[in-house]
């Protein structure tokens, strides 16, 4: 009949795979790191420390970097052929190193990575580094079927999901949560 909707599988909120950072990439990565690290900033390069508190640095397409940005990529074709089927072309040349810390309660409020300013950005990708008894608070969370989804906190986890969706990571009242996050971009949402 013309008019049965197609049946379709239900659209994952996202994807996920363990261990894809060892603790020797993930302690390296935030040891060079750490002494680079500057306020995070909204996606319109202004800070609110009522929506974000975080301290960030970006790694570049620098050489050292090339084995990270291929892996992320390797993982996000691989994650979206399986589970999201959206046009996609490379990986965004500035993944994010992040620190949310107990000492401010480091949150970033519900956004997405989409917005008006960033049209080609298709899939976000958060990685775990640090270890889930290292902190508390600082869940990753989205907002799916009208409630907030908690994800995975295991250390090294790639994390992936459609940059459109609203997130959060919620205050970190103890310790420090590390996180890299990567965005990748394609043809403009249509």
């Not at 319109?44 to 892996?71: M, N």
């Amino acid at each position: 009949m013309a008019d049965d909707p197609i049946k379709l599988p239900p659209f994952p909120s996202h994807a996920t795979t363990a261990g894809f950072l060892t603790d020797a990439e993930i302690d390296r990565l935030i040891a060079e790191h750490q002494p680079l690290l500057t306020e995070g900033k909204l996606g319109a390069g202004a800070t609110d420390p009522t929506v974000r508190r975080s301290q960030v640095v970006f790694l570049g397409v620098e050489e050292k970097y090339r084995w990270l940005y291929e892996r992320v990529w390797a993982a996000a074709r691989e994650c979206n052929r399986q589970f999201f089927a959206v046009d996609i072309a490379t990986v965004e040349t500035n993944i994010q190193l992040a620190r949310y810390d107990a000492a401010d309660q480091g949150f970033y409020n519900w956004h997405t990575d989409f917005a008006g300013f960033r049209p080609l950005r298709k899939v976000s990708i958060s990685i775990q580094l640090s270890r889930p008894e290292d902190y508390d608070g600082g869940n990753l969370e989205l907002l799916f079927a009208n409630s907030p989804l908690q994800l995975d906190k295991t250390r090294g986890t790639f994390i992936a999901f459609p940059s459109f969706m609203l997130h959060r990571v919620t205050p970190v009242t103890r310790g420090t949560r590390w996180s890299l996050v990567a965005w990748i971009l394609g043809t403009r949402w249509r």
